[in-house]
């Protein structure tokens, strides 16, 4: 039926049970294609909120530091001016 070393595929004739049998196994196959990728869909969508839940931290992480840098940043500067005038 099928020759492997010159890659053909004969051509066959289907009688109407077996063009059922494999417009039936054809469409199991293309369900199951279709939950594959949405599947892979959903796979997706996961890791896209994973890296926003990420992105979240990081971004709350900064916010901190930056309130930090800030408050350092007012000690020091009220530190320079007590020093400047004298004050301690």
Known sequence: MLDVNKKI???IKLDEKAKTI?????????????FTDSYNRTLDNLLT??????????????????IVLVIGTAIL??????GKFGIH
Do not use: M
């Open 49 to 66: 909120l994973q890296d926003l839940a990420s992105i979240h931290k990081v971004e709350a992480s900064i916010n901190y530091l930056t």
């Open 9 to 11: 595929i004969p051509r």
């Open 22 to 34: 494999l417009d039936d196994a054809i469409g199991i196959i293309d369900r199951g294609l279709d």
């Open 77 to 82: 500067i009220i530190l320079e001016l007590l």
